[in-house]
């Protein structure tokens, strides 16, 4: 990939930087801002390290839902490294530039991280169907060598798509305009600056993005289907309320997830909408990674007792 982008740089672009812009250009609202997302970044990051250290740590946490939500926090603390860092610095530089090879990279590592957790997500829904509709061969079905095939593909999958992505963009030719309406490198924004057609790249974004969201909306809808008929044919009100309760948090973590994903991205992709979508992506990488650990957790009988436990240990 290195060899690919020198090679790029050389032949095409004379474009060597990009400047980011950042949120807003309004010189009021940048301290804020960066004291608001400092503070976001730093609850994301001790959140899902926690979440991530409870699991490591509890032998009650040992089991495939807890080992699919380990990784929901793996990816979205990696995730929120690819580009919060760099949006805290738009806040405080006069200039905010970004090379562009380390552009290219950023792009590649938001979408790596961005496809692994929907098709992680997407395991998790599948896992619930289980666990609910098949009780009885849950530990045959959701056996470790599974759960391990499972995370393979999705980080797999994730990988195939952002190599794409990033792939199709490399080849790009960027001339005059190097500023990127955005507090990051995103598909959007650099489509606009290109000066070669990106007619391709709009057409390959619409099928992966398309393939994704159709792929694991439909895996998701069927087994929440199943799991919803599955609990109007149980008769007690004990297993009503235990089904709700190891849905409850995945079905939040998904509404959260692909509702601030479809707001900024399925539509044309004009001036004025990346503008938009600069906004509406805010809650898709600041809100989701941070609020998934509190969701997993605060609403969450298991952890509450590991985190009593742990403290029990410490304090004794």
Same mark, same amino acid.
């Given at each position: 990939?290195?060899h690919m982008?020198?090679?790029?740089m $050389?032949?095409?672009s004379?474009?060597?930087?990009?400047?980011?812009?950042?949120?807003?250009?309004?010189?009021e609202?940048?301290?804020p801002?960066?004291?608001?997302?400092l503070v976001?970044?730093?609850?994301?990051?001790m959140g899902?390290?926690?979440?991530?250290n409870?699991?490591c740590?509890?032998?009650?946490?040992q089991?495939?839902?807890?080992f699919?939500?380990?990784?929901?926090?793996?990816?979205?603390?990696?995730?929120?490294l690819?580009f919060?860092?760099?949006?805290l610095m738009s806040?405080?530089?006069?200039k905010?530039t970004?090379s562009?090879?380390?552009?290219?990279?950023?792009?590649?590592?938001?979408?790596?991280f961005?496809?692994?957790e929907?098709?992680?997500?997407?395991?998790m829904?599948?896992?619930r169907y289980?666990a609910i509709?098949?009780?009885l061969?849950?530990?045959?079905?959701?056996?470790?060598?599974i759960?391990g095939l499972?995370?393979?593909?999705?980080?797999?999958?994730?990988f195939?798509?952002?190599?794409?992505h990033?792939?199709?963009?490399?080849?790009?030719s960027?001339?005059d305009?190097?500023?990127?309406n955005?507090?990051?490198?995103d598909?959007?924004?650099?489509?606009?600056?290109?000066?070669?057609?990106?007619?391709?790249?709009?057409?390959?974004?619409?099928?992966?993005?398309?393939t994704?969201?159709?792929?694991?909306?439909l895996?998701?809808?069927?087994?929440?289907?199943?799991?919803l008929?599955?609990?109007?044919?149980?008769?007690s009100?004990?297993?009503?309320?235990k089904?709700?309760g190891?849905?409850g948090?995945?079905?939040v973590?998904?509404?959260?997830f692909?509702?601030?994903?479809?707001?900024?991205?399925?539509?044309?992709?004009?001036?004025e909408?990346?503008?938009?979508g600069?906004?509406?992506?805010?809650?898709y990488?600041?809100?989701v990674?941070m609020l998934?650990?509190?969701?997993?957790?605060?609403?969450n009988?298991?952890? $509450?007792l590991a985190?009593?436990?742990?403290? $029990?240990?410490?304090a004794?």
């Open positions: 990939m290195p982008m020198q090679m790029t $050389k032949n095409d004379a474009v060597s930087e990009f400047i980011l812009m950042g949120l807003t250009d309004q010189p609202l940048q301290l801002l960066f004291v608001l997302f976001n970044y730093t609850v994301t990051v899902n390290l926690s979440l991530m409870l699991i740590l509890n032998s009650n946490l089991t495939p839902m807890y699919f939500i380990f990784n929901l926090s793996f990816i979205d603390f990696c995730y929120s690819v919060t860092p760099k949006m806040f405080v530089l006069e905010n970004i562009f090879r380390g552009c290219m990279t950023q792009l590649f590592f938001f979408l790596f961005v496809n692994s929907s098709y992680v997500l997407t395991a829904a599948y896992d289980v509709c098949q009780p061969q849950y530990t045959t079905v959701m056996s470790p060598k759960c499972l995370m393979f593909g999705s980080y797999l999958m994730g195939a798509g952002a190599m794409v990033t792939g199709f963009m490399i080849r790009l960027f001339c305009s190097n500023i990127i955005h507090y990051m490198c598909i959007f924004p650099l489509l606009q600056l290109s000066c070669s057609s990106t007619y391709v790249n709009e057409l390959v974004s619409s099928a992966v993005v398309g994704i969201i159709i792929l694991s909306s895996i998701i809808l069927v087994s929440y289907g199943m799991i008929f599955n609990i109007l044919h149980m008769s009100g004990k297993g009503w309320s089904a709700l190891t849905c948090s995945h079905i973590t998904v509404s959260l692909y509702g601030s994903g479809l707001l900024a991205y399925v539509k044309p992709s004009s001036a909408t990346v503008g938009q600069k906004f509406f992506s805010v809650f990488t600041f809100l990674p998934n650990p509190l969701i997993y957790s605060l609403r009988k298991d952890v $509450k985190v009593k436990k742990i403290w $029990k240990r410490l004794s």
